[in-house]
């Protein structure tokens, strides 16, 4: 008993500077963002809930960190025209357009090669976000994964003659039971980065024999195109899980379901441009987001959240289907080699017959 006394009393002695380190570096942003009266947040419309969510953020965010910040939120472009705008805009010399950026993995990659992106020791500055949740080191945190899956109507569509795994889709007997109405995402990234599961050759043979039996290309998250019956089943949906979600709050029945193992997913970052005007709230604002309080209110008006973090609605549904995530480093270390170029162009060769 002593000596597990003595254990405990060691390795409180040990662990206690970090976490004071931690809590004087967290302690010293909130100080200095006290400075910076107003967060500009530029995104896509939908971003953690859109204009609905802003409100909710906002009080939530200044009662964690005890600030009277204001949280100013624009809809705007799309990941990668943000990105570049706000690119241009910190070699002109300018502020963001956007005091944090939430972004893809390919153009958060492309910021951090264009240097456009401050360095921040997350994980050491904010107690709840560890290590792995820094996808690009020192500059970026995950703050939603959106679980690539086959998605489809089973109001319509029969569980039992739905597909379970993205061969499926090419299996000539079962696709009799969606034929004439097979939907497919606009761009074929989904099917480019399944080179980082499957061989290439693989990957080339899938595209082949699907690209004849889809329907029509749709954008991602338009739910209400499955709803409606025009199509019942979407070979990839960019975040399952959250599609199945806005259904059943529009009275709708979507399953989603992982097409390959490990499951694909994109996974979108918070980042803290070097040109913004406000970088001491940014940082705490990005820290916010990915804290339980933050992702409570993403995950329940925006359905969007981390998988690493405990209960949201992405965790718990990697933990039924019993499958796990792509390593987001992968992805990472795909697009900062540049991806696969000539891949790409094939599959995009292919789609278009």
């Given at each position: 008993?002593?000596?597990?006394?003595?254990?405990?009393?060691?390795?409180?002695?040990?662990?206690?500077?970090?976490?004071?380190?931690?809590?004087?570096?967290?302690?010293?942003?909130?100080?200095?963002?006290?400075?910076?009266?107003?967060?500009?947040?530029?995104?896509?419309?939908?971003?953690?809930?859109?204009?609905?969510?802003?409100?909710?953020?906002?009080?939530?965010?200044?009662?964690?960190?005890?600030?009277?910040?204001?949280?100013?939120?624009?809809?705007?472009?799309?990941?990668?025209?943000?990105?570049?705008?706000?690119?241009?805009?910190?070699?002109?010399?300018?502020?963001?357009?956007?005091?944090?950026?939430?972004?893809?993995?390919?153009?958060?990659?492309?910021?951090?090669?264009?240097?456009?992106?401050?360095?921040?020791?997350?994980?050491?500055?904010?107690?709840?976000?560890?290590?792995?949740?820094?996808?690009?080191?020192?500059?970026?945190?995950?703050?939603?994964?959106?679980?690539?899956?086959?998605?489809?109507?089973?109001?319509?569509?029969?569980?039992?003659?739905?597909?379970?795994?993205?061969?499926?889709?090419?299996?000539p007997v079962k696709?009799?039971?969606?034929?004439?109405?097979?939907?497919?995402?606009?761009?074929?990234?989904?099917?480019?980065?399944?080179?980082?599961?499957?061989?290439?050759e693989m990957v080339?043979?899938?595209?082949?024999?699907?690209?004849?039996?889809?329907?029509?290309?749709?954008?991602?998250?338009?739910?209400?195109?499955?709803?409606?019956?025009?199509?019942?089943?979407?070979?990839?949906?960019?975040?399952?899980?959250?599609?199945?979600?806005?259904?059943?709050?529009?009275?709708?029945?979507?399953?989603?379901?992982?097409?390959?193992?490990?499951?694909?997913?994109?996974?979108?970052?918070?980042?803290?441009?070097?040109?913004?005007?406000?970088?001491?709230?940014?940082?705490?604002?990005?820290?916010?987001?990915?804290?339980?309080?933050?992702?409570?209110?993403?995950?329940?008006?925006?359905?969007?959240?981390?998988?690493?973090?405990?209960?949201?609605?992405?965790?718990?549904?990697?933990?039924?289907?019993?499958?796990?995530?792509?390593?987001?480093?992968?992805?990472?270390?795909?697009?900062?080699?540049?991806?696969?170029?000539?891949?790409?162009?094939?599959?995009?060769?292919?789609?278009?017959r």
């Open positions: 008993m002593r000596n597990f006394c003595r254990f405990l009393w060691m390795a409180a002695v040990l662990l206690t500077p970090s976490v004071a380190v931690a809590q004087t570096a967290l302690d010293k942003l909130v100080a200095a963002a006290k400075s910076e009266n107003e967060l500009n947040f530029t995104s896509f419309a939908a971003a953690f809930g859109g204009v609905d969510a802003m409100p909710k953020l906002e009080d939530a965010f200044n009662k964690k960190f005890g600030l009277k910040a204001k949280l100013t939120f624009t809809p705007g472009a799309s990941m990668p025209a943000l990105a570049a705008r706000i690119t241009q805009e910190y070699k002109s010399g300018v502020h963001a357009a956007s005091d944090v950026f939430l972004g893809n993995q390919s153009s958060m990659t492309q910021m951090k090669k264009d240097d456009a992106l401050a360095e921040v020791d997350w994980s050491g500055v904010f107690p709840w976000i560890t290590p792995e949740m820094e996808i690009l080191k020192g500059r970026t945190v995950l703050v939603w994964t959106g679980l690539a899956t086959m998605t489809y109507n089973s109001d319509l569509l029969k569980p039992a003659d739905a597909p379970t795994k993205y061969e499926d889709l090419i299996d696709a009799k039971a969606w034929a004439g109405k097979l939907a497919a995402p606009m761009f074929p990234d989904w099917m480019i980065e399944l080179s980082l599961i499957w061989p290439k080339l043979d899938f595209a082949t024999k699907l690209s004849p039996s889809i329907t029509g290309l749709i954008r991602y998250a338009e739910v209400d195109r499955l709803l409606t019956g025009e199509f019942v089943l979407m070979t990839n949906e960019s975040d399952g899980p959250a599609v199945a979600s806005v259904a059943a709050d529009k009275g709708g029945h979507i399953t989603a379901v992982p097409g390959s193992t490990p499951s694909q997913a994109y996974y979108n970052q918070l980042a803290v441009p070097k040109n913004s005007a406000s970088p001491n709230l940014a940082k705490l604002f990005v820290g916010f987001m990915i804290s339980p309080e933050g992702q409570a209110i993403a995950d329940s008006i925006g359905h969007e959240a981390s998988h690493l973090v405990a209960g949201t609605r992405v965790n718990k549904f990697l933990a039924e289907k019993k499958v796990t995530a792509i390593d987001p480093r992968l992805i990472a270390d795909f697009y900062e080699k540049g991806g696969d170029p000539a891949l790409s162009e094939q599959i995009r060769q292919i789609m278009k």
